[in-house]
T-cell receptor
Framework: EAGVAQSPRYKIIEKRQSVAFWCNPI?????LYWYQQILGQGPKLLIQ????????DSQLPKDRFSAERLKGVDSTLKIQPAKLEDSAVYLC??????????FGNGTRLTVT | TQLLEQSPQFLSIQEGENLTVYCNSS?????LQWYRQEPGEGPVLLVT?????EVKKLKRLTFQFGDARKDSSLHITAAQPGDTGLYLC???????????FGTGTSLTVIP
């Protein structure tokens, strides 16, 4: 089966600019997650979708981050405006109830 | 504050040595998973443990879930350079598949 697809792989922007990341989960996976991972640390959950509804976005900095999954399949994560501390790898994962997570290879964001 | 704390944070050992990584929390988890992540890639699942006291073996890797389902350990026997990577534990607090990751352990095995 095809894995979780993410794009772009790398993005370099200046602070205060906007950026968007895209994720296509594994077909049939109802649950989609966005994680932020600082180099060498564990991923931090930003938002979890179940189909097109939000299950948990308690750690999403809502003043600058937004995410959507309009048709319950693909998802986009946006940062506007970006700050230096947003430099990280943004991982998308998908899964079904009772199954492990399947991760994409992530988008490495550098904010200068 | 991280829900799951891992120790040690960094580990550098010689090929052939044994090691143990710990994953601790004050919270109870319905299941706990261990992942390994290599540079430029997403984490890849190694094992899932669901029962308190459960022990699972995957070749040279032994995973244990604490009796109270609050902690876990990963033991590697005779480490090899191919074991190098970032090891992550992740806990599911509820049946809604809400996974929270540990702080990570970066392992380097020197040939």
């Amino acid at each position: 089966e095809a894995g979780v697809a993410q794009s772009p792989r790398y993005k370099i922007i200046e602070k205060r600019q906007s950026v968007a990341f895209w994720c296509n989960p594994i077909s049939g996976h109802a649950t989609l997650y966005w994680y932020q991972q600082i180099l060498g640390q564990g991923p931090k959950l930003l938002i979890q979708f179940q189909n097109n509804g939000v299950v948990d976005d308690s750690q999403l900095p809502k003043d600058r981050f937004s995410a959507e999954r309009l048709k319950g399949v693909d998802s986009t994560l946006k940062i506007q405006p970006a700050k230096l501390e947003d430099s990280a790898v943004y991982l998308c994962a998908s899964g079904t109830l009772g199954s492990p997570l399947h991760f994409g290879n992530g988008t490495r964001l550098t904010v200068t | 504050t991280q829900l799951l704390e891992q120790s040690p944070q960094f580990l550098s050992i010689q090929e052939g040595e044994n090691l143990t990584v710990y994953c601790n929390s004050s919270s109870v988890f319905s299941s706990l998973q261990w992942y390994r992540q290599e540079p430029g890639e997403g984490p890849v699942l190694l094992v899932t443990v669901v029962t308190g006291g459960e022990v699972k073996k995957l070749k040279r890797l032994t995973f244990q879930f604490g009796d109270a389902r609050k902690d876990s350990s990963l033991h590697i026997t005779a480490a090899q350079p191919g074991d190098t990577g970032l090891y992550l534990c992740a806990g599911d607090r509820e049946t809604g598949n809400q996974f929270y990751f540990g702080t990570g352990t970066s392992l380097t095995v020197i040939p």
